[in-house]
């Protein structure tokens, strides 16, 4: 796995930083783990940047970092994913990385909704219960 991922093979990579992040054959490494992600999402590999999102989310492995952690669920949420749209919804809600606007967030929590991330349909289900967006 290690030849492969430094063969840019973005899968191998993907799983390497998973190896590293649990410590699975490797001594646990949260550095490591989202250096392996970063490799792997920037070749457009949408796990990958799914967690690296959440690493700069949450500052595991890397600088807290709420505007890199958008600019990685914006990948992903482009890519139809529903965690990247899930993800960006609460940043949209929360002001997290962008200025808070609840219309982006329940635009962003429907997309995720309506391919059934159940998190996603209770946000929506609040803001159409509310009958606004503040």
């Not at 783990?33 to 920037?42: D, F, G, I, P, S």
């Not at 690296?52 to 890519?79: M, P, S």
């Not at 209770?122 to 606004?132: F, I, M, N, S």
Request: hydrophobic share 30%; glycine share 12%; aromatic share 14%.
């Amino acid at each position: 796995m290690v030849t492969s991922s430094k063969k840019n093979y973005a899968p191998a990579q993907y799983q390497l930083g998973i190896c590293y992040t649990w410590g699975r054959g490797v001594e646990r490494n949260d550095e490591a783990a989202a250096y392996w992600c970063l490799m792997a999402a920037n070749q457009g590999f949408a796990v990958s940047q799914g967690i690296l999102g959440y690493c700069y989310k949450i500052g595991r492995g890397v600088k807290e970092d709420h505007r890199t952690a958008v600019y990685w669920f914006t990948l992903l949420a482009n890519q139809g994913n529903s965690y990247g749209q899930y993800q960006l919804g609460v940043c949209y809600k929360n002001g997290e990385g962008v200025e808070k606007n609840h219309r982006i967030a329940y635009e962003w929590y429907l997309k995720a909704a309506r391919q059934g991330d159940v998190e996603a349909q209770k946000k929506v289900d609040e803001y159409q219960r509310k009958g606004r967006f503040d």
